[in-house]
T-cell receptor
């Protein structure tokens, strides 16, 4: 594995604290995504970015923020406004080429966030 | 709005038996459908996409627009097929965004 990395693997946070999850890729992909994985709910899209310095809200963006200052990096901040932040967070990237249908998303290993 | 439904949270079969993981979708246009798989202690990865019409690890899936389904099938299940399977949809105007189903945990018993 390689290509897309997430750190840390496990993260513990006290209530009321903001925390930032790291996602880095060396696949030269334009598009990057953050998902949240909860048992019985599948993956839900938090934020996505099609290109550097641009990002859009996904289906469950409330309580989260992102930045995309570099092509390789797409950090996710879980703020104190997120009411139920304990979850498994997955980052993904893809070429993002509209012209093809082979826009496979490649996933990182995930970060498990627990709020104490 | 687009939605993907996987009605079975858990599916158990014996080795050598046929297996079918169900996926139904709701989308007004022509979607692209995918199956992703997550084996134990491995990353989520693409298994197959409908547009390629391919068979991967013995699995096939046919898009049935009339029934809005994209069921994943394998005639003879193997123990190594045990994993979490997600069906996902990409709409025509969704750029790279995927909508995932709730996932099905497949267990193949020896």
């Amino acid at each position: 594995d390689g290509g897309i990395t997430q750190s840390p693997k496990y993260l513990f946070r006290k209530e009321g604290q903001n925390v930032t999850l790291s996602c880095e890729q060396n696949l030269n992909h334009d598009a990057m995504y953050w998902y949240r994985q909860d048992p019985g709910q599948g993956l839900r899209l938090i934020y996505y970015s099609q290109i550097v310095n641009d990002f859009q809200k996904g289906d469950i963006a409330e309580g989260y923020s992102v930045s995309r200052e570099k092509k390789e990096s797409f950090p996710l901040t879980v703020t104190s406004a997120q009411k139920n932040p304990t979850a498994f967070y997955l980052c993904a990237s893809s070429m993002g080429d509209r012209r093809t249908s082979t826009d496979t998303q490649y996933f990182g290993p995930g970060t498990r966030l627990t709020v104490l | 709005a687009q939605r993907v439904t996987q009605p079975e949270k858990l599916l158990s079969v014996f080795k050598g038996a046929p297996v079918e993981l169900k996926c139904n979708y709701s989308y007004s246009g022509s979607p692209e459908l995918f199956w992703y798989v997550q084996y134990s202690r491995q990353r989520l990865q693409l298994l197959l996409r409908h547009i390629s019409r391919e068979s991967i690890k013995g699995f096939t899936a046919d898009l049935n627009k009339g029934e809005t389904s994209f069921h994943l099938k394998k005639p003879f299940a193997q123990e190594e097929d045990s994993a979490m399977y997600y069906c996902a949809l990409k709409g025509m105007t969704s750029y790279g965004k995927l909508t995932f189903g709730q996932g099905t945990i497949l267990t193949v018993h020896p």
